[in-house]
């Protein structure tokens, strides 16, 4: 694939304004109508899905080079997905996130790139890492205390996969600490890669650096292979979603588990139980690898034809990713199970959550911009009266933990991990 | 003077064209404090084509036009000259209903049909127009709605112009169109049936709207000489029920609640002053009404039609009911001194010969503006207080707001009553008017009517507004012949 | 050909460097291509021009300060809001193009019921905003998405919700617009500092060079703020839904119901419009599913109410019987919603409406009864939020033939325009062959009833050449069925004599050879003296039609 197959798409578009709101049956204020980051903080149509294909369009047909805007332009696109969402409301056969994501590794392939990829794309290629400044010698670090099985050198079949961000980031790793902890106290025999944990490079998609995601993903499924993994436990969900999307895609057939799905399950069967009350009222933010981006991948081989002289279908019928079956009810009846906290919701959730900010390496690439998105959420999360906002991603943790609303509040931010924790 | 006439005779021949010294003088006077100014001559038209040659022929000699088309008396200042020389159109004799349309529900008619007239041809196809309070029965239907006099009804006022829809117009430059949908077709009404067209949507023809330049105007941009209406179904049951109240306010909130859930046909505040002189054809019995009658009276219609008429009034009523009930407020067929059937009976009908604010003094003076329901109280108190101070008597005061445009604003009606005979009560009364009329407009009163005094008020608020109609009037009468003086800041 | 510096320099000291942009990038992306679009002259793949900056105003002040620059330098200039529609954007070279995204507030005034707004504030925000207090706005027929400024003073503005609520211009009240030559005008009680109610007078409406029956499509200065009539919602104070996306179904009580209303003919079908224009029973009512064309409607029904179904399972669905028999018996419909205020009001629209039925011998679709299909039919009509379904089939959509105007005449030729359409259905390929008819719009476009507004609705696709260039050639062939029956341009070709297929505006030279032979061509020339009073400099392109009165006097 590559940008110019998608100009059918782009020239299909119809300037609709879905791809700047959530879907509008979910509206319920001014306030917190938009769906897109992107748009929201540089105010240009360009920014907005519709834009972005206007401008794929323009620089294809040589009216537009890639100068420092449009290249800040195409790299602010979070890959949050949700207007991919939006528009498939509508435009059953449109795909503005996979286009964003082409327009993105176009810009890479011609050297479009912010100052700050090149940096991160360094740490990878050098590190294993997405976080410049790490060390791939440290990356295990975070686990030594553990008792986590080395699958390469003990026998085990499920890995748990902390990403880069719970690996380097001490700020967060006692809660990826407290998630092996949960789970081997429910009894699960958990191990991880050892030596052979790296990124999963699914932030290098994000980020429109395919080769290198392909690089690593294709290495990590070989290691997982090796290991004999048979299922990867994550409480990543930029991971999550590399494993459950993008490497399905690629072929590798391991079950994968966010964390908070493999909780839930434990409270099911009745392995985890909750002895102390967590008096709090939270709301919920859904990250974007999870929720509408978290849906599993069904493989798809066929044509796109016409009937009724200008009807489009495809055949056989293609799946079609609009958000519903991502992972929205796990982490809500976790919280639903611990005794005393309240959750009570934010306008846009669930396949139509706002964006962390965090995305497609915009935390690290463009900090100003991402900071404003995480306000955003905090402005929407200290709107229903929470005392707490609880994520399940690290990369949405961190970012929306020093992150401020337009009138300078902030909010007490927690992974459900830690919630649990308490509650155990 | 007399080639002014030859040219008059020559477009509406001589006997419709009227010089005689009497005529001359009912035509320069009415009833309100507006100053007297004869005019040179009456000429009564007999057609838009005469119509079109007066305005050419006034645009050569300069010659100002003053339209009218209701019958004495006149009460606004609007149809007395203002400059000298001037020529009264008098349209009252172009009175054919041009079209009824029972299909369309559209009739189009003449300046000079009057209410009764226009409602008799309506009722024989099963319709009726949506009335001002009880117009004068010589009133012009097309005067009261080219002047947006608000109409009893707010429910169906989806466009603020209802039921004003289409005009024929010649502007102050001698060119005359067709407005609304009728201008983008031919210019010819028989030829635009044909073709199906009932001229229907009153916005536009095109990009603008020209109704727009006409409305509101007295006259001072052109002269209409058909107009089409939208009309409403002829009820088959039509009722009237009375809320009362010790103050106005007290029936704020109830009124909201049946205008926001579009129940009833008809529905306005008076209080009791103004009730009595509706009611009444007496000073006595106006002053034993008063006695009567409750400080203050919602007033509201239900009817039905041909669609289930009894499941339609009878829900309404018992759910306006409950809305009264909600408010502490009795919904009651009749009240001492009142029935809501001769309430009803009085407001939609007309009043013969002089109008029925005369009855109580002989004249009166109104202060009427634009404001929203929740602010009334305000302009109320305020109003009894400068009546207080002014000497004037507040018993004799009457209020009367009528919700308009679907209930988003209403208009809010003052009435002085006053012996014109008496002449320090018709100089403290004219005090208080101007007194008044100022302070309603620094209050937030707005004047979308700015009849005499009021038009130097509003217009003094609002330079830009000001200086675009001058630009308009520039463009649509650049001779300034049209009720020339009207409309300008003094 | 770039702004002169001291130029540029002048419009980023009004907004900020952050709120203008000449990047080539931006401005290549508020280029419009009218295939992709509703363009109103006609499907083309050419662009409209290329703006030399795009300006992101967030005030009255900043637009005002924006306009003057404009007319000291003679630069043209622009607004628009959601950059759907083609007349949003420039017309010439010497242009700069305001994005009024930054200014979308929303204030609600409960109880007299209006709402003021700015240009970005969709209607679906402020149905939202409306909802919390008990009431709704007007949403027009493209959908929530639009502007309910722009459409208010910009554009037609009616929609299925017309004949409860009025179409925007009805709905319009005060208005805060900067002329095209930078001074201020607030219409009606705002001009004089007294409120938003009222958007006409003192005397003569200024209201009335704001807007006709259509707005100058931003041909007129910028209007910077509005005061809309907000109507009755006797719902939840929520947009209440259910279901999986993107099928969400409405959840609103049972003071709601939202029948598909189908006729055995086009009379009947006709007299029943009637009794709901001469009523107060109907709170929303459109042909609107029949965009889909009578041959294919109650099969897209099928997959747009079902979350898991797409439209690869069309060629499946045709095969069902008891679907097609569901189409079969829905061919002269419309989709109807009723709100009851209470109960008893409820119960009076029911029985009004089975009364209706029995009078004209028609029926309530059964299909439509079924649970899920009526409440997503209901979400659908209320928030309009699924409208660019338009588009789903083939990518894109005009609207052609256009039949507005009386319903009885309406009739009466509907089925010579389907049959139409349908030759080129079958003897051509460009557009999708949906069944001829796939006429749809309001059951009226008027408050209180009187006139439809309808279109056919044509899909073709966008990114294909030979699909673009047929549509357009069958619109043309169209014009000649608009010319014989006097329904004046084709809905298609309602804009194709205020900007070239280029992109590009007519000039004046142009517009005097096209109205010259109006029926009544003063009305064109007082537009042009209008203009000249407030848009002296000509800078807002050619989309109000004008008229050099110098032609008709004789000049």
Redesign the interface.
Known sequence: MALQDLRPMMERCSSCSGCKFIPFEKIQSVRFAENCPSIGYYNFHTYAARGRFQLSQSVLDGRTELTETVTEAIHSCTSCGLCDVTCKITRYNLEPLAHNLEQKAYAVEKGAVLPAQKTIMETLAKENSMIPGTKKKNRTDWAKDLNLKDLFKEKGEIAFFAGCKYSYDEKLQKTAQDAVRILQHAGVDLGYLGAADNCCTGRAKQMGYFKEFDKGANTNIKAFEKAGVKTIVTPCSDCYNSFKRQYAELGMEVEVLHVVEYIERLILEGKIKFSKSVPMTVTYHDPCHLGRQGEKFEAWEGIDKKIFNQIHIYEPRKPRYNGIDGVYDAPRNILKAIPGVNLVEMERIREYSWCCGAGGGCSQTLPEYSAWTAGERIAEANSTGADALVTACPWCKDNFTDAEDEDGNKMEVLDIIDLVHKAI | MESLKKKLVGIVGARNVIDNRDVLDSYSKDESFATPMKPWFVVKPENAAQVKELVKSARETETPLVPVSSGAPHFKGDTVPSVPQSVIVDLSGMNKIISVNR???MAVIEPGVTYDQLQEALAKEGMTLAVSLRPRANKSVLTSVLE?EPRLNC??Q????EPLRCSEVTFGDG?Q??T??A?????DLQTQWD????Q??S????????????????G??GIVTWVSL?CE?LPSIHKMYLVPAKKSVDLEDFL?KVV????SDKQFIMNKACLASLLADSKEDIAKLKSELPAWVSAVGISG????PE??V???E??IA?FAQDCGLQFLSSLPGATGEEVLARSIGTCEGKHWKQTAKGAFQDIFF?????KTSVFINAMYELAIEAGYPTEDLGVYIQPQ?????VHLEFSLPYDPENTKEAKMVKALYTVASEKM?SL???????YDIW?NI??K??A??Y???Q??K???DPSNIMNTGK?TLK | MALAREVYQAFEDIVGNRNISEDIGVCETYRSIPSQTSAHYGPSKEWTPLPQAVILPGSTEEVQNIVKICNKYGIEFKAGSTFWATMAYIGGDNAVQLDMRRMKSIEIDAKNMAAVVEPFAIAGTIQAEAMKVGLNVQIPGVGCSSSTLASSSGWAGFGPASIFMGANPENLLGAEWVLPNGEILRTGSLGSGDGWFCGEGPGPSTRGILRGIFGPAGSMGVCTKIATRLHPWPGPKQFRTYGKAPAYKADFGDNFKCYTLCYPDWESWARSVQYFHESDVLYIGHRQFNMFGRNLKAFMLNIITDPEKQLSDLPELLKDPEIQKHNDNMKHDYQVVIAGMTKRDMEYKEKAIDYILEQTGGWKHEMMLEKEKHDYALAYMTRLGHKNLNYVMCGAYEGTFGLSGNVWKTIQVVEEASAQKRKWETEHTCIAATGGDSAMGGVSSLGGGGATGWEFFTNFDSYELESVQGTSDMVDENQAFHNKYAFGPDFCRWNSDVRHVNGYSYTQEEHDEMFAKAPQPWIYAYQYKIREAVNPNHLCGSYLRTLSPGKLEGK
């Open positions: 299909q369309q529900r947006m429910i169906h989806f466009n603020y112009t060119n169109i067709y609304g949908e201008g983008n077709g031919p210019k073709l199906g067209k009932w229907v949507m916005n536009g023809p095109n990009m603008m709207d020209f109704l727009r330049m006409v409305m509101q105007a007295q001072s941009m939208k179904l909201y926001r859930v579009r129940f039609d041909i669609l289930l499941m339609k009878s829900a309404q018992q759910d409950d634009i404001t929203t329901l929740d445009h679907m209930g988003t604003s407009s937030g009163g707005y004047y979308a009517r700015p038009a509003q217009l608020k609002d830009q507004s200086k675009v109609l630009d308009l520039g463009i649509f409309l």
